[in-house]
């Protein structure tokens, strides 16, 4: 590995521990995930990062993104937050971990091969031996090296942690303060938050067997004295020991260790991938764009010719955050961190139905997703999005619960405020998540005549706070388009400048045709061909389609209806809206819960169709990890440092030759007009030229070749960047070379006969209207790149003039990820 | 004859208090409580089990040949 990459990833923990360090301390004070470090762990690190989000965009907004600024911001918070992991991790005060007050329990913590050595509740337990002090048990025949004299003993554990290791609020980093001040509460027996009923003394002799899981609370720390054991009362045990009924045994270890193998497989290879620079169109047209612009000008400024400038642009202010601490492969690796988070929020949001080992299996299942592992390679949103519907949809959920209490609901109604907030911050497609929340509040409201009130306030706390936390992007975009919402609901807010016809209402969506019951087959074609809902690289794999059907012959939960219930809202909803696959990754943690109870339901089959079953679910997984790796193969060479990232790029990036000619050559003010979106790595301003013909139509103002060199001059560009399809996608390469040869016999033809190629160039204005639109359609679909070539025939039509003020700087061929090969011209004007 | 204790293996610990820490950490975080054991389920009929496994079957096959035909 070399030195830039290992700089990039070390960037990137960087960033996550500065957003730990942030958002511990809003995350601490939420007592709701006080017995789930899990959870706490997660929902740290997302409110952290939304809180840089907001201070980056608040930076921004005052003109103050400077790298250094920047740097040592993070820095500091990186410093901080480590600080805090080390100092809580050394200096944690006994009492705050359980096993401190007890002797080695039977589960965990007891001498190997010497049963009764520790036992949870026996009365010699109650406090730790000092140091030096001999063991009751065999001490002269011990010797005193062995530092489990020293203190307890944690004995490697199978399957589950000894009770005494889940501290309350988990990680002690922030532990209670009546855990860290041994003259307080705890002296006197019990924790200030602690009724006496909660608590019951812990029998003299050892305890018999393991304490059924929703009786009792194994991380509550016994108070001083005669060691305790805290009882919860009925409805207030955490939420992932309120399980319905254990169901099903543990999951099978061979089960277990084939699933994380593979997710940890994809995920290993979607890293080797992410470390190579990003060449993803979307991410070098604005994802990574826009921050690099705002960067070099240290504000976040309005780009009039780049429609995504007033979006919400939370992830982008991450990526930006990565650019200033080291460059795109960081911003890219962020992406890929985020795809972990999201697996992680389909954990948490598991729990509500299924047991916690099933669980991480369902968190692993999500990551196992074609589509998942593929944007994890690339530094775009869908996935932080979808890692905050999740959590959204989780704390939602919480709240709404019967058993909760008041101080609970709220907790869990602002947690899912942030997330909501975080979400509405990244992308517009949070709309979709909205009714499936606002479903499921009225189920509640229903059934809840007691609580309506409270969730009332609940549903108005969320919206709060989520508006308070994204309601910048909105204003930002108000102020400057007209339209909070651009390009968006035009009827409703008509904007000053014209939208790309991309989001309005062009092709028929290709789910449902026809309508009845073909709409049951959508599910079917989403999975069988991808290709025709944004394209194959998002895909959902066959995983969903193949098992969640079985389904029909199990038992389920009431959890698990509702889960799948809303998955169908967000479905019908996705379908009408954005028939995109890309914007149905927020459904996966929904329908994982569903995968894994089939999974445990499966044991009731007969051997062999279970084994058949199994088998092809298994070869069902392996297919993202075997793609993954095949993909990954391009990508290793410049992970580990075999291969620069610029041979990389020359190799793969079809912008980055005229890239790095104009950043060599070109002033910095230079302004090129390109007809490739692609422009992340040009230093100069560059322009699209399909937004620029949609805001000025300057094609039609072009009475003459002559003219095309004026009008630009006039609007300060300076240099062209010309992209002609030579081949286009799919062609054999004979074809190709063939279409290639006569290409250029036409290119020669048309060179004789300029006056006819003006006429040409200069064709109808219908004609060129539905050129524009469907550039603008296309560069936005997904479906393969295309170009307009509107740019290209005037040029071309310049250029023949005897004066054309034009001069072609460099040209050269380049076979695009989507098979077609294209002329790349850097054009400079006179 | 009492037969000669046998000293166990020492237990090797971790080479730090710290390190120690955050992998049962990490072990507390990944893994919940145990469950009890449920009782053995009922089998299913053997009829809905051959055809959901054909339809898994039929469906991942479905999803490969579509995937390598294009």
Known sequence: MNWQTGQSIFAVCMMMMAAWAV??????????????????????????????????AGLGLLGL????????????????????????????????WPGKHLLPTAGASSVRGRPGAGSECSAQATSPLPAGTASPIASEAIPAKYPFFEEEVPAPYEHAPPPDLVAPGGLPVWAPEWTQTPAGPLESGLPPDAEADDWELLPEEPAPAAPAPNAVRPAAIAPAGRPRRRVDPPGHAPFWQKQPAALWPTPPDWLAYLVFSLAAGGVLAALAAALAPPTAGDALCYHLELPKRFLQSHRLDYLPYDDACTYPLLAEMWFLWALALDGEVAAQLVHWQWGLLFAWAAVQLAQMVVDRRWAWL????????????????????????????????????????????????????????????????????????????????ALRYGQLPDCRRMLLHGAVLTGLVALSVSGVWYLRAAWHRGNPVYPLAQAIWPSRIPPPKAHQPADPSPVGQGRGLAGLADPWSVTMQPELFGGRSFQLGAVWLAVLPGLFWTQTSHRLKWLLGLAGIYFLLWAMVRPNVRFLLPILPMLAPGVIWVWAEMRRMPGWPRTAAAAAVGGCLLVPVAWMGLRMRDYLPVALGLESRQEFLYRREPSYPAAALANLLLPPDAKILSQDYRSFYFDPVVVRESVYRRLTRYDQKVQHPADLVRLLRLDGFTHLLLVEEIAPAGLPKKESARADRETLSDRGNREESSDRDVRENLVGQDIRENVSAR???????????????????????????????????????????????????????? | MIAPIRMPDPWAPEKTRLWRKARRIVAAMLLGPPTPTPAEPPPLAAWKAWLFAAWVLGTVSAYVWAMLAK
């Not at chain 1, 006080?34 to 997660?42: C, F, I, S, T, V």
């Not at chain 1, 740097?71 to 500091?76: D, N, P, Q, R, V």
């Open chain 1, 362 to 441: 369902a968190g692993a299942v999500v990551l196992l997703t074609p589509g998942v592992l593929n944007e994890m390679t690339a530094p775009l949103n869908d996935v932080a999005l979808a890692a905050m519907t999740t959590l959204s949809l989780t704390a939602w959920a919480q709240a709404c619960q019967n058993s909760v209490g008041a101080g609970e609901r709220k907790e869990w109604f602002l947690l899912a405020g942030l997330a909501l907030g975080g979400a509405a911050s990244i992308k517009y497609t949070v709309l979709l998540i909205a009714p499936c929340l606002a479903a499921l509040w």
């Open chain 1, 23 to 56: 958002g511990c301390p809003v995350v601490r004070r939420v007592r709701v995930l006080d017995n789930d470090p899990a959870g706490r762990a997660l929902w740290a690190l997302v409110v952290g990062g939304i809180l840089w989000g907001l201070g980056l």
């Open chain 1, 775 to 830: 550039a603008d359609r296309e560069e936005f679909s997904d479906r393969g790149i295309r170009f307009d070539p509107t740019l290209s025939r005037l040029a071309e039509a310049a250029l023949a003039l005897p004066d054309p003020g034009l001069q072609e700087l460099s040209q050269y061929r380049f076979t695009d990820a989507d098979g077609s090969v294209r002329r790349y011209r850097l054009i400079a004007i006179h």
């Open chain 1, 65 to 96: 993104l400077y790298v250094p600024l920047v740097g040592g911001l993070t820095w500091a918070a990186f410093l901080v937050g480590f600080y805090q992991l080390v100092r809580g991790l050394e200096a944690s005060p006994p009492s705050s």
